[in-house]
């Protein structure tokens, strides 16, 4: 059984930082891409960050030049470091994940999602 869990996310105000963790765990045999979703109230989940196994990390317009996404691939771990946050990056943020596992049935590839972190920036 695979699980993604997010944790870190708070209350701060405008112009302050969090950093977001997400840990992958279950039978995992490696991970290809990860990615940070957010998802405003009434409004669609939207791409916040990428980054491939390799470490190649692409962003969504808003957040260039303040979000940071890493990874350690030995711990299955993503984080995303956010900086001179924005009332407007109020979200529940969602881990993401293509993976490949192994279970009773063999190897498979699926990708999972985290339950979300809740992100609340005061102005």
């Known amino acids: 059984q695979v699980q993604l869990v997010e944790s870190g996310g708070d209350l701060v105000q405008a112009g302050g930082s969090l950093r977001l963790s997400c840990v992958a765990s279950?039978?995992?045999?490696?991970?290809?891409?990860m990615d940070w979703y957010r998802q405003a109230p009434g409004m669609q989940r939207e791409l916040v960050a990428r980054?491939?196994?390799?470490?190649?990390?692409n962003y969504g317009e808003s957040v260039k030049g303040r979000f940071t996404i890493s990874r350690d691939n030995a711990k299955n771990t993503m984080f995303l470091e956010m900086n001179s946050l924005k009332a407007e990056d109020t979200a529940v943020y969602y881990c993401?994940?293509?993976?490949?596992?192994?279970?009773?049935?063999?190897?498979?590839?699926?990708?999972?999602w985290g339950q979300g972190t809740q992100v609340t920036v005061s102005s």
């Open positions: 279950g039978s995992i045999l490696s991970i290809s891409t």
């Open positions: 980054i491939t196994s390799g470490g190649s990390t």
């Open positions: 993401h994940a293509d993976l490949l596992y192994a279970d009773s049935e063999g190897i498979g590839r699926k990708d999972y």
